[in-house]
């Protein structure tokens, strides 16, 4: 709570100096905008690659069985059908730009085709796509990797590998807590960059259908998706729904999915009535590669930030956007500030203005209960199939 308060604070500092026209605050804010861009740059690409490979990698060792497998087809598809969500209601919505001029002066695109768009993705050379920062080229890169360890044979080898990719993921994690420790110092920049540029009645409109479009999006995962999945699977979602509420609420107010995970397996092995050795080993790993919530913040906040940056939003766009963030959000694991930071670093990496991203933070506190209660229920969901499925087979 005193940092979401510190947060909200810096943001209203930044956007009064903004405002007050001053061209040594403007150029102030400017150099510091940019010191923090640079820095989220910086931790971007390894973020993204570390975090997939060892999620794969730890996982894909230990669910090499059916459960791991209807565990993953569950979570692939329910993912999937968030991101798709939150892309049609952006579709329809269609938030504004807080900068118009911005937009309209940047350089247009030059026609691509499909095929060449596919070419582009697939890396010839292990070292470029860093130097590129071609996102899903990386995440192409880092999902093999993952899942070439996963199938490794237990050796010295491998455990050496593994535990240093574990440990550089240590030493990441230190140095972004330590970013973050001074993120309110950048929000004042950024919001002061913003407000210097952009009119309020613009933003109000934009923000708003922004946030719209994330919680519309998340309502309609919730209320409508997920139990239709149930319902696929001879499953009653109301039932469901009602037994696994426990877990649901405190996940609503505790914004963490790992926090309530012993809720969860509790509620589930003993009001739900699901297996022991499924939900203690399904839920572990939903609460780690499941992030439907996450998914749909990634592509929803990413296509707002490329818009305002003058990206053109094809249909080619929003489908390539669709895939980042479903697989940036199964390899989620262990991220500091979770989604927003990962949607951060993703922008950055491809140079968008990630200033637009320090508005909606305070926002995000909202955003993050709503995500992380559908996020458990949606753990909740798959456990159930996984249970249903496997005991009608047996």
């Not at 060892?54 to 598809?77: E, M, P, V």
Request: charged fraction near 10%; include cysteine.
């Amino acid at each position: 709570m005193k940092k979401t308060l510190l947060w909200i604070a810096a943001l209203v500092v930044g956007a009064i100096l903004g405002l007050l026209g001053q061209d040594w605050i403007n150029a102030t804010a400017d150099f510091v905008a940019t010191i923090y861009t640079r820095l989220f740059q910086l931790l971007a690409v390894p973020t993204i690659v570390l975090a997939v490979i060892t999620t794969f990698a730890t996982f894909g060792s230990k669910g090499s069985g059916r459960i791991f497998g209807h565990t993953l087809t569950y979570t692939l598809l329910t993912t999937i059908a968030a991101a798709a969500i939150g892309a049609i209601l952006y579709v329809i919505i269609a938030p504004g730009s807080l900068d118009t001029i911005q937009q309209t002066s940047a350089p247009q695109q030059p026609d691509v085709t499909y095929y060449d768009h596919i070419v582009s993705i697939i890396p010839n050379n292990i070292v470029k796509p860093f130097f590129d920062g071609n996102v899903l080229s990386l995440l192409i890169l880092a999902f093999a990797v993952g899942l070439g360890l996963s199938k490794l044979p237990e050796s010295e080898n491998k455990t050496i590998i593994t535990k240093g990719l574990l440990g550089l993921q240590e030493l990441l994690f230190l140095l972004i807590r330590w970013l973050i420790w001074t993120l309110p110092l950048g929000i004042v920049a950024f919001s002061a960059q913003l407000s210097a540029q952009v009119s309020a009645g613009v933003v109000a409109d934009s923000i708003g259908k922004y946030v719209l479009v994330v919680l519309g999006g998340n309502v309609i995962q919730f209320f409508v998706v997920l139990p239709l999945f149930l319902l696929a699977r001879g499953l009653n979602p109301i039932h469901v729904l009602g037994k696994m509420m426990p877990a649901v609420l405190m996940a609503l107010f505790t914004k963490s999915s790992a926090a309530t995970l012993p809720v969860t397996m509790d509620t589930a092995e003993n009001r739900l009535g699901i297996r022991q050795n499924i939900a203690r080993f399904v839920l572990p790993i939903c609460t780690t590669i499941n992030m439907n919530g996450c998914a749909a913040f990634i592509l929803v906040a990413s296509l707002f930030v490329m818009q305002n940056g003058g990206t053109p939003l094809t249909i080619t766009t929003i489908a390539t956007w669709v895939v980042i963030s479903v697989v940036s959000a199964i390899g989620n694991a262990g991220v500091p500030m979770g989604c927003y930071f990962l949607t951060l670093s993703l922008m950055s990496g491809i140079g968008a203005p990630v200033a637009i991203l320090g508005i909606i933070l305070p926002i995000y506190t909202i955003i993050d209960m709503i995500e992380t209660a559908e996020n458990v229920w949606s753990d909740s969901c798959v456990a159930a199939m996984v249970n249903h499925d496997l005991t009608e087979k047996e």
